[in-house]
């Protein structure tokens, strides 16, 4: 965990940016990207046949 009495950059951009949107947006990320895989072997099948 980052400390508050540091003053560098990320700790910094840790202790102003929104950490329920933070956390939201990389859950659609991972959700896209796990959809995108269990997609892709269907329509491999589709295509190919």
Do not use: K, N, Y
């Amino acid at each position: 965990m980052v400390s508050r009495i540091e003053r560098g950059a990320v700790a910094s951009w840790f202790w102003t940016v929104d950490r329920f949107l933070l956390f939201a947006f990389v859950v659609l990320i991972l959700l896209g990207f796990m959809l995108s895989f269990s997609a892709s072997p269907a329509v491999a099948e589709r295509i190919w046949s």
